[in-house]
Structure formats: structure tokens, C-alpha cells
């Protein structure tokens, strides 16, 4: 029988050769790579909310939320975010990962067809893989990919004997696009599938009042006609969690099948009571949400003036392509070792290295400038070697 240790250090090595080595690293320098995109965990309202709750439950929930784990303020925060995003109901859970993960193994089944875009989330795609479905990827964006994928299994089972999910992200965190909501809508109606859509990264930026990116794209019926809509409390929220938007028989489902929420303990208290602030600041951010696009749109304009390649990026996340992890690495530390904290995101994450910028609402138009004149000056260092 092989040596773990030894596999495990062989595989280590063919990840060092491949320049694909990663660890963990306290951050540094101006922020250009986190999700905190609106600012809040160093916004001052948001330490002084800290501050002045004296009656904080400061410790874990000590049990899953149907045992002793829920509380009042998990409630709330369910109701009170239902409210915002015009849903039905919500369900909290501990992080975007365990609800998407969740979500999918619980509503999909061997006996359905997944259909996924192939850029989504990893959440998205384990909780296919484990709910045995049968998954059918189509090309990132490719709504006429979906359409003939769709097309072909309604000529298989026309009698949707088999159920029918599609399931995509409204913003892709690696690439900063987003599918044509109004094109996928209109193939629900046609198809009659069950839809979950991600708005992990849109949440707090796009949309009025930072509702996401189906209030910008959308009708209020078609929106409610969205089967589940996943957010994560980890981004703009400046916190750490997951929230499920369905129906109420949609929430009592997850409730009692869904493992990652059931076998799991309930997030830390304190964490429900900040989002409720949270959700109450972010309503309120216009200001920062017009300075954020406004930033993005600076920064994407420049670096295509002065040569580099982006991806087809519509948002306040923009990456910008490298050709290897050798060069995508020499990019970022160069950055980071002169204070601009920016990283570079290679396979398996994604397939083309690439330097994933993203903006937040306490940038200025100075580090922006900044970037892009030491993006040019590095540049210069690597074609020099
Ligand atoms: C699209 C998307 N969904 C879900 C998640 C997971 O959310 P969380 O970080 O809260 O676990 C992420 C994380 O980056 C994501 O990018």
C-alpha cells in the first residue's frame, strides 16, 4: 500500500512545478481583491453598532438551529431580508457554500436533469455532483447552449416525468459578466424549469437600494416566479453566512431535508443581529454603490487603453488575463509588495490565470490611477526578463 505522507508530498510537488501553489497569508496593502465591496467591515457606523450592544450574545449558538441553536434575531433577519429581496421566505445558513451546497443536494435527485453553467460556483456544482443528478453544462453565458441542451431533453421526456433545474450565478466571480436574465426568464416559461439563481456578488451593488441584480433586469412577477434565489452575507454584507429566498413551503422543505442546515450548528448569534444593521445601511448606499460602478468603469476604460486583456467584464469585478501562473504570480506579488493587495487566480479555479481586480466603495479615484500605473510598470519588469 502506497505511503499517504508520500502521495501526499508527490502531489505537493507536481502542484509546485505547475506554479500552482497556494497558502494562507495575512493580507496587506490596499484592498483590490476581497468581496467586500461596499466597505462595511471597516464602516464607522457599523464599529459603532459593535460598540454600543452591550447585551451582545458574544458566543457560538451551542447547537444547530432545531435544536438550541436558533434565536430571535436569526428570525428577524429571515423575515426582514425576505422583505427586502420581495421573497416569500428565507432560510439563514452558516455560508453561501453550505447553501448552495445544500440547496441543490435537497431539491435535485438521480431521476432529474441539472442544468449548469460551466463557469458556476463550486458550491453549485458539489451540491449537483452529490445529489446524484444528471448534470448537462452549457458554455458560460450561452443561453442558446441551454435552449438546444433544454430542447433535446424535452424531445427525450416530453412528459417531464424527470425534473428540469437550471441554475446559474447572476454576476461570475471569476469573470465579472452576467447572463441575460430576461433570455433565461423567458425560457423558464417556455421549458418550465425549476430556477435558482446565485446573487452572491451582486447582492448591496446592483439593483435599487442594492437588491440585486434581478431588481435591475427584472419585473417584480418574474422575480417572483425565480424558485430560489441564493445570497451569502460574506460579501457586501461584510459578514459571514447564506440566505435561501423561496416560498414558505420552499423554506419548510430545506428545513427538514436539507443536511447542511440540519447537521450543522446555527451561525454565531451576533452574526444575525449585524445583518439586520447591515441590511438597514446597505439600503442606504446609493452613494457608494454610484462611486463603486463609477470606479470600475475608470479602471476597466484605462486598462484597455493601455493594452491589457480583460475578460468581458460588465461589473466592479475585473479581471485581467495573463497568459501563464508563472507571469500571473510575478503580477501579484509585485503588487503586493508594494502595498496594493491584488491576487492572482489560477486553475483549477479558473482555466486562463488571470489577475481577479475587484473594487470596493472605499477606494479612490487616486488608487486607481495608482494601480494601473504600477500594473503598466510590472509589466515592463516581466517582458524585460
Ligand atoms: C457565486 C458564489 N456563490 C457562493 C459562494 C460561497 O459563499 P460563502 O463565501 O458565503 O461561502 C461564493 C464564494 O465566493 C461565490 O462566489
Redesign the pocket.
Known amino acids: 500500500m502506497a505511503d499517504h505522507w508520500e502521495e501526499v508530498q508527490k502531489k505537493l510537488d507536481t502542484i509546485h512545478e505547475k506554479q500552482l501553489f497556494r497558502e494562507t497569508k495575512v493580507y496587506q496593502g490596499i484592498d483590490f481583491c476581497s468581496?467586500d465591496y461596499m466597505g462595511l467591515t471597516s464602516n464607522p457606523r457599523m464599529l459603532e453598532y459593535f460598540q454600543s450592544r452591550k447585551n451582545i450574545d458574544p458566543f457560538g449558538s451551542t447547537a444547530s438551529r432545531l435544536v438550541r441553536g436558533n434565536r430571535v434575531s436569526m428570525d428577524q433577519f429571515e423575515s426582514e431580508f425576505a422583505r427586502f429581496v420581495e421573497g416569500e421566505a428565507a432560510l439563514l445558513v452558516s455560508?453561501?457554500?453550505?447553501?448552495?451546497f445544500g440547496l441543490l443536494d435537497s431539491i435535485a435527485a438521480p431521476d432529474c436533469f441539472v442544468f449548469t453553467d460551466r463557469l458556476?460556483?463550486a458550491?453549485?456544482l458539489d451540491g449537483i455532483r452529490i445529489s446524484g443528478a444528471q448534470k448537462k453544462y452549457y458554455n458560460h453565458l450561452d443561453l442558446n447552449h441551454l435552449r438546444s441542451l433544454l430542447e433535446k431533453v424535452e424531445s427525450e421526456d416530453p412528459g417531464h416525468k424527470k425534473k428540469r433545474i437550471v441554475v446559474t450565478?447572476t454576476?461570475?466571480?471569476m469573470d465579472g459578466d452576467s447572463p441575460d436574465l430576461k433570455t433565461l426568464l423567458g425560457l423558464k416559461k417556455e421549458f418550465g424549469f425549476v430556477l435558482v439563481l446565485?446573487e452572491?456578488?451582486a447582492l448591496g451593488i446592483y439593483g435599487p437600494s442594492g437588491k440585486g441584480l434581478v431588481f435591475r433586469d427584472l419585473s417584480l412577477s418574474e422575480i417572483q416566479s425565480i424558485d430560489y434565489r441564493?445570497y451569502?452575507?460574506?460579501?457586501s454584507l461584510g459578514l459571514?453566512?447564506?440566505i435561501i429566498v423561496t416560498k414558505k413551503i420552499g423554506r419548510d422543505h430545506l428545513v427538514n431535508v436539507m443536511r447542511s442546515f440540519i447537521f450543522s450548528t446555527a451561525p454565531l448569534p451576533m452574526i444575525s443581529e449585524f445583518a439586520l444593521f447591515a441590511l438597514s445601511l446597505i439600503r442606504s448606499m446609493d452613494k457608494e454603490r454610484h462611486t463603486l460602478l463609477s470606479l470600475a468603469r475608470e479602471l476597466m476604460n484605462s486598462l484597455e487603453q493601455n493594452g491589457f486583456v480583460l475578460t468581458h467584464s460588465t461589473s466592479h469585478i475585473i479581471p485581467l488575463l495573463l497568459t501563464t501562473e508563472k507571469e500571473a504570480l510575478f503580477y501579484a506579488n509585485s503588487l503586493q509588495g508594494i502595498g496594493l493587495d491584488v491576487r492572482a487566480i489560477r486553475p483549477p479555479t479558473v482555466s486562463t490565470p488571470r489577475l481577479r481586480i475587484s473594487l470596493n466603495a472605499k477606494l479612490k479615484l487616486n488608487d486607481i490611477q495608482v494601480l494601473i500605473e504600477e500594473l503598466i510598470r510590472v509589466r515592463e519588469k516581466w517582458n524585460s526578463l
Open positions: 468581496n455560508t453561501g457554500f453550505t447553501a448552495n458556476n460556483h458550491s453549485i450565478e454576476l461570475f466571480s446565485d452572491a456578488h441564493v451569502t452575507l460574506g460579501k459571514e453566512g447564506g
